[in-house]
C-alpha cells in the first residue's frame, strides 16, 4: 500500500474497527443488541442525520463548513408541516418542498462563499441565524401533521425477517449514501470537489470550475439538510421549529468520525456511513444501559471524536514524515 | 488620508440602531435613577450585553491567531455549574457533602473554566489540531461534563452575595458592565502596551515567519485559548448570578456564535492578523441593541435571528474586498451612462 492510499484508506479501516469493536462489546454486553431489529431500529432513528451528513461531506470535503444544517432540517420540517396541516397542500409536493427551500438558501450561501469570498464559516453561521429565525416565524408552536396520504407514508416498511422492518426513511437513507457514494467517487463533479479539497488553486489552474462547484456543493448539503426535514416530519409525524438544534455538530462529528479531514481532499461518504453508524451504536448502547444518562453520549461521542482526531494527527504526521525521507 | 478603522462599518449600523430608536422608540434615551442606579435601555444593552463582551475579548484574540473558540458557550455552563454546586450542594452532585462555600465559588469556578481554556490550548498549539475541531470537541463534551457535574439537574441557589455579581450596582452602574469594562481595560494593556498583542498578529498573519523572528508562536496561541477560557467562565458567572441557577443545557447556548458574529462584525477577520478589541466591543454592544430595540418594539423575538443574519452578511460584504470591487464598478459606470 503506498504511503498515498494509506492516509486514504486508514482512518476508514479504523472508523470500522472501532465500530464492529464497540457493536461486539454492546452485543457480548446485552443479549438483544445483535439483531436485525436492532440494526434496522438504529438506521431508522439516525436516517436524518445520516442524509444530512453525507451532504455535509461535500462540503467539507472542499475544506469548507456548512453550520446551518441543523436549523436548515428545522426549517424543512415547519414548511413540510405547515403546508399540509394549514395550507392543505398534498404531502407529495408538500414534501418536496422543503428540498426546494434547502438548495435555494444553499445557493444563496455557495454564492456568497465562491463567487464574493466570504468566509464560510461566518456565512453558514448567519444562515443558521436565518433559518431558524424563519422556521420560529412561520410556527413557534409544533405543529402536528394529519393526513390520510402522510400516514399511510410514515407506516410504510418493508417487513425483513426476525420483526426487523425497513421503514420509508431508511431506504431513503440507504439511497442517499449510494448516490452520494456515486456522486463521489464516479463524477466529474466529486473529482472536482477533491481537487479543491486537495488545493483550490491547482484546481483553479487545471481549469475546473471550482467557483461553481463550490456553489453546488453547499446547494447539495441544503437539499440534504431539507431531506433531512422531512425524514425527520416523517419520523415524528410532526413539524417543529426548532428541531435540529446543535444537530450541525452531530453532523460534523460524524463526518470526521467517518475519517473525512476538517481541511478537505481526503475523506469520503462511505466513511460517513460509518460514522453515522458509531454514533447509532454508542446512543443505542447507551439507551439499553439504561442506567447510564443521556448525557454520557455527549461524553462519549466527545472522547471518540478526540480519538479520531488524534488518530487523523499520527496519520498525517506518518504521511509527512514518508514525503521528507 | 487617514486609515478609517477596521469596526467603522459596525459602528455606523450601530449608530443607525440608535438613531432609529431616538427618531421612533419614545423612552428609548431616558434614563432614570431609581435606588442608586441607573435605569433605562441604553443601560440595559450595556449591561445585557457583558457576557457575549467577555466572550469576545478572549475570541478576538483566539481568532486574531488565525483559530476560532467554538467551546465558550458550553465553558460558560461548566463555570456556571461549578459555582451553583459549590454555593448550593445539593444531593447526588459530585459537590454533595461538606459545607456549601460560597467563598470558593468564584475562583474554583474561574479556574474550572481556565482549565477548559488550557485544554483547548493543549489541542491546538501543541497537538496542532484544527481550531474548529479542536474545540468542538469541548462544544460537544463540554455541555456533557457540566450535565455530570450538576447530574442531571438545573441547580439553583440564593446567594445575595453571588447574586451581586449580576444584578447589584457600584456607582449606579450594574456590575457585569463594570466587569466587562475591567476586562476590556486589561486585555487593551495586554494587546497594546505589552508586546503580546504584536505577537498575537504576528502569528495569525504568518505562523512560520513569526517562528523565524523568534515569536513562540505555540506558546502564544496556548495562552489566548485559555484566556479564551477564562473569559467564558467569566461570562458564565454572570449569567448564572443572574438567574440564580446553572441551567447546564441551556447556559450560554448559541452564545459562541453571537460572539464570533461581534467579533467579526466589529472588523477582525476570521482569517487572522489584525485585531481590533474596540470593534470587538461596538460588535457585541450591536448585537445586544438589535435584541433590545425588537424587544421593545414589541416584534416576535424570533425576528432577532433573522436581523442578526442580515446585520452580519451585510456588514461582512462591506468589508469584502471582492464585493467592493464589484460595488466600485456599478457606481464608476453609472454616472457614464
Known amino acids: 500500500m503506498s504511503r498515498a492510499s494509506l492516509k486514504e484508506k486508514l482512518p476508514i479501516l479504523i472508523t470500522a474497527s472501532v465500530l464492529v469493536l464497540l457493536t461486539l462489546a454492546a452485543g457480548l454486553r446485552f443479549d438483544n443488541f445483535l439483531s436485525l431489529r436492532v440494526l434496522m431500529n438504529l438506521i431508522a432513528d439516525n436516517a436524518f442525520l445520516g442524509v444530512i451528513a453525507v451532504g455535509l461531506t461535500f462540503v467539507i470535503l472542499t475544506g469548507g463548513i456548512d453550520l446551518s444544517v441543523g436549523s436548515m432540517m428545522g426549517l424543512g420540517g415547519i414548511v413540510a408541516a405547515e403546508l399540509i396541516t394549514v395550507s392543505h397542500v398534498h404531502p407529495l409536493i408538500a414534501l418536496l418542498v422543503p428540498i426546494a427551500v434547502g438548495g435555494f438558501l444553499g445557493w444563496g450561501q455557495g454564492t456568497l462563499i465562491a463567487k464574493l469570498g466570504l468566509p464560510p464559516f461566518l456565512v453558514t453561521l448567519s444562515g443558521l441565524f436565518l433559518c431558524r429565525g424563519i422556521a420560529l416565524a412561520i410556527s413557534r408552536e409544533s405543529v402536528q401533521i394529519e393526513h390520510p396520504f402522510f400516514r399511510t407514508l410514515t407506516n410504510w416498511s418493508v417487513s425483513l425477517p426476525a420483526k426487523a422492518s425497513l421503514s420509508l426513511g431508511s431506504i431513503v437513507f440507504i439511497l442517499v449514501v449510494f448516490g452520494g457514494m456515486i456522486l463521489a467517487r464516479q463524477s466529474r463533479f466529486g473529482r472536482t470537489v477533491y481537487a479543491i479539497g486537495g488545493n483550490a488553486n491547482s484546481a483553479e489552474l487545471m481549469g475546473l470550475p471550482v467557483r461553481r462547484t463550490l456553489v453546488w456543493t453547499y446547494v447539495l448539503s441544503g437539499m440534504c439538510a431539507g431531506l433531512g426535514g422531512v425524514l425527520f416530519a416523517l419520523y415524528t409525524s410532526s413539524g417543529n421549529a426548532i428541531s435540529g438544534t446543535g444537530l450541525e455538530l452531530d453532523a460534523i462529528a460524524t463526518v470526521v468520525i467517518g475519517g473525512t479531514l476538517l481541511s478537505g481532499g481526503y475523506g469520503s461518504v462511505l466513511g460517513t456511513l460509518l460514522g453515522v453508524l458509531t454514533l447509532g451504536v454508542v446512543q443505542t448502547a447507551i439507551t439499553f444501559m439504561g442506567t447510564l444518562s443521556s448525557w454520557w453520549t455527549r461524553i462519549v461521542i466527545g472522547t471518540l471524536l478526540l480519538f479520531f482526531m488524534l488518530v487523523q494527527k499520527v496519520i498525517e504526521l506518518a504521511a509527512r514524515r514518508g514525503q521528507t525521507t | ?337
Open chain 2, 1 to 337: 488620508m487617514r486609515r478609517v478603522p477596521s469596526w467603522a462599518w459596525a459602528a455606523m449600523v450601530l449608530a443607525g440602531v440608535l438613531l432609529f430608536n431616538a427618531l421612533f422608540t419614545p423612552g428609548f434615551f431616558s434614563i432614570v435613577i431609581r435606588d442608586g442606579r441607573f435605569f433605562g435601555s441604553i443601560v440595559d444593552i450595556f449591561n445585557r450585553a457583558a457576557p457575549v463582551g467577555l466572550l469576545a475579548l478572549g475570541m478576538t484574540l483566539v481568532i486574531a491567531t488565525g483559530g476560532v473558540d467554538l467551546s465558550v458557550g458550553a465553558v460558560m455552563a461548566i463555570g456556571g455549574t461549578i459555582a451553583a454546586g459549590l454555593i448550593s450542594r445539593p444531593g447526588e452532585t459530585p459537590f454533595a457533602g461538606g459545607k456549601p462555600q460560597p467563598a470558593m465559588a468564584i475562583p474554583v469556578a474561574l479556574f474550572g473554566s481556565l482549565l477548559c481554556g488550557m485544554f483547548n490550548g493543549l489541542l491546538v498549539a501543541v497537538i496542532e489540531l484544527q481550531p474548529i475541531v479542536a474545540t468542538l470537541l469541548l462544544m460537544v463534551a463540554g455541555r456533557g461534563v457540566a450535565q455530570l457535574l450538576a447530574n442531571g439537574q438545573i441547580l439553583t441557589f440564593h446567594d445575595s452575595g453571588f447574586a451581586a455579581l449580576a444584578r447589584g450596582a457600584t456607582l449606579g452602574i450594574p456590575n457585569p458592565v463594570w466587569i466587562l469594562l475591567i476586562g476590556f481595560v486589561l486585555f487593551s494593556v495586554l494587546a497594546r502596551k505589552t508586546a503580546m498583542g504584536l505577537f498575537v498578529e504576528a502569528t495569525g498573519s504568518n505562523p512560520v515567519a513569526a517562528q523565524y523572528v523568534g515569536i513562540d508562536a505555540r506558546a502564544i496561541r496556548f495562552a489566548v485559548y485559555a484566556l479564551s477560557g477564562l473569559c467564558a467562565g467569566m461570562a458564565g458567572l454572570i449569567t448564572t448570578a443572574d438567574i440564580q441557577a446553572a441551567d447546564a443545557n441551556n447556559a450560554g447556548l448559541y452564545l459562541e456564535l453571537d460572539a464570533i458574529l461581534a467579533v467579526s462584525v466589529g472588523g477582525t477577520a476570521l482569517a487572522g492578523g489584525r485585531f481590533s478589541l474596540v470593534g470587538s466591543m461596538i460588535g457585541a454592544l450591536l448585537m445586544q441593541a438589535l435584541t433590545t430595540t425588537i424587544l421593545t418594539r414589541g416584534v416576535s423575538p424570533e425576528i432577532t435571528l433573522v436581523l442578526k443574519a442580515a446585520v452580519v452578511v451585510g456588514v461582512c460584504l462591506l468589508q469584502a474586498p471582492a464585493f467592493r470591487e464589484i460595488l466600485a464598478k456599478r457606481i464608476r459606470r453609472a454616472p457614464a451612462q
